[in-house]
T-cell receptor, first 113, second 112 residues
Framework: DAGITQSPRHKVTETGTPVTLRCHQT?????MYWYRQDPGHGLRLIHY???????DKGEVSDGYSVSRSKTEDFLLTLESATSSQTSVYFC????????????FGPGTRLTVL | GNSVTQMEGPVTLSEEAFLTINCTYT??????LFWYVQYPGEGLQLLLK?????DKGSNKGFEATYRKETTSFHLEKGSVQVSDSAVYFC???????????FGKGTRLSVIA
């Protein structure tokens, strides 16, 4: 299994509070991604990174920001959480190109009350 | 833009039944095609892939053939097991440097 961990695995927070989710990899892969998974929508890309300090927006980036200061860590921040951001968040990594096989973390279940 | 369309689920089958999950795509050029599987409570994992027309990807008894003429990559298995119960995602890459595009997923339930 690819070495990808996500923390926390579960979080309950209140509307308006900031939340940061962490993805950590031990594979030294160049690309890292954040997705959200919701019933009826499948998997939607939030942001991705193609190197340290290099990031780009995905399909549903509004309300989210990311940072990557080290190869192994990719942080997803909800500046002011809303109930619509209740979801399961997955981190993924890929080696050489954005189109290479992606390896997924175990997910973080976030509930915004 | 690139897109993937999968058959709506859920799909419920009896053990040992034949499985087909349809996937069609829209893309420019010659994309690579993937099937990912998500078991309950887990992240997605690659099931199989095909990188050019007429290639067949296979793994764990599952197969899919890249059909350029019908822009399809249907997933098949001859005899499903209860352990195959999961959500299956079709995805494509456009060979550029943009991330994979995923379908919405198809939930499969296999009953004994």
């Amino acid at each position: 299994d690819a070495g990808i961990t996500q923390s926390p695995r579960h979080k309950v927070t209140e509307t308006g509070t900031p939340v940061t989710l962490r993805c950590h990899q031990t594979e030294n892969h160049r690309y890292m991604y954040w997705y959200r998974q919701d019933p009826g929508h499948g998997l939607r890309l939030i942001h991705y990174s193609y190197g340290v300090k290099d990031t780009d927006k995905g399909e549903v980036s509004d309300g989210y920001s990311v940072s990557r200061s080290k190869t192994e860590d990719f942080l997803l921040t909800l500046e002011s959480a809303t109930s619509s951001q209740t979801s399961v968040y997955f981190c993924a990594i890929s080696a050489g190109r954005a189109t290479d096989t992606q390896y997924f973390g175990p997910g973080t279940r976030l509930t915004v009350l | 833009g690139n897109s993937v369309t999968q058959m709506e689920g859920p799909v419920t089958l009896s053990e040992e039944a034949f499985l087909t999950i349809n996937c069609t795509y829209t893309a420019t050029g010659y994309p690579s095609l993937f099937w990912y599987v998500q078991y309950p409570g887990e992240g997605l994992q690659l099931l199989l892939k095909a990188t050019k027309a007429d290639d067949k990807g296979s793994n764990k008894g599952f197969e899919a053939t890249y059909r350029k003429e019908t822009t399809s990559f249907h997933l098949e298995k001859g005899s499903v097991q209860v352990s195959d119960s999961a959500v299956y995602f079709c995805a494509l890459s456009d060979q550029g440097n943009t991330p994979l595009v995923f379908g919405k997923g198809t939930r499969l339930s296999v009953i004994a």
